[in-house]
């Protein structure tokens, strides 16, 4: 069914990749454990067209900074038109072996829902389910795998100490790919964590992230998994070095 609005399909319908960049909070502001809101630029090539920033009380960025509810509305750049709505309800932390009150998501555009991402039970390796508005499953995510699929394979975007230096990745399986876990299993598109330049990675906690699309994906489902990158993020890398 073709859902979200007419500016997220104008947007996303013929590309196959997104580059997202959460703006700095400023050395001074990271010293002094400031957590603002996060800010969120969206860039197709070289040119931003979207931008956000979350809603969420200072309270619970203070007490709650990884697990903190808040409502992420991506703008159009210049017509200020919402592409996208990421609601985060609080949950417990991400974490191996629970059973109960995982972490989640429902992403939504021009006040229909595209679908919604949820935390699976995992032990070493961090894994979710991707649904459609039907409650389908789409894609089933985590980090790349070695050992059978029992490790995350830190290598697996480039050697770690070399070309790979920083680099982590979220790559999006089919839910009926049994043999996801294997060593360079098929994959139809990631989330790319990148390096940034020295003074931001020690400054600041801010982060550069590529969402590649599969290349089947519809423009509701590009949402989606815009729409996922930054949960991810908030779950993942946000306050990591912490």
Not at 105 to 125: F, H, Q
Not at 171 to 184: H, I, L, M, V
Request: proline share 5%; glycine share 8%; net charge negative.
């Amino acid at each position: 069914m073709d859902r979200g609005s007419n500016a997220m399909k104008s947007h996303l319908s013929s590309i196959e990749n997104i580059s997202i960049r959460q703006t700095r909070k400023g050395w001074c502001m990271e010293l002094m454990g400031c957590e603002a809101n996060d800010e969120f630029k969206y860039f197709i090539g070289d040119n931003q067209v979207f931008k956000s920033v979350d809603e969420s009380g200072c309270f619970c960025r203070l007490c709650c900074a990884t697990i903190h509810p808040y409502e992420t509305v991506v703008k159009e750049v210049g017509t200020n038109e919402e592409i996208l709505t990421i609601d985060r309800p609080l949950r417990c932390k991400a974490g191996p072996c629970k059973c109960c009150c995982f972490q989640e998501a429902t992403i939504s555009s021009n006040g229909a829902e595209l679908g919604r991402a949820k935390e699976n039970c995992w032990y070493c390796v961090p894994s979710m389910k991707v649904y459609d508005h039907t409650g389908k499953q789409l894609y089933l995510v985590h980090p790349p795998t070695c050992c059978g699929g029992v490790l995350v394979n830190c290598c697996a975007e480039g050697n770690p100490c070399g070309k790979g230096c920083c680099k982590s990745s979220f790559r999006f399986y089919s839910p009926e790919d049994k043999n996801t876990g294997a060593k360079d299993a098929p994959y139809l598109g990631h989330i790319l964590k990148k390096p940034k330049s020295m003074a931001v990675e020690i400054f600041t906690d801010a982060v550069a992230l590529d969402t590649h699309f599969p290349n089947d994906a519809t423009p509701d489902q590009k949402g989606l998994l815009t729409g996922l990158t930054i949960f991810i993020n908030s779950i993942f890398y946000e306050n990591q070095d912490e």
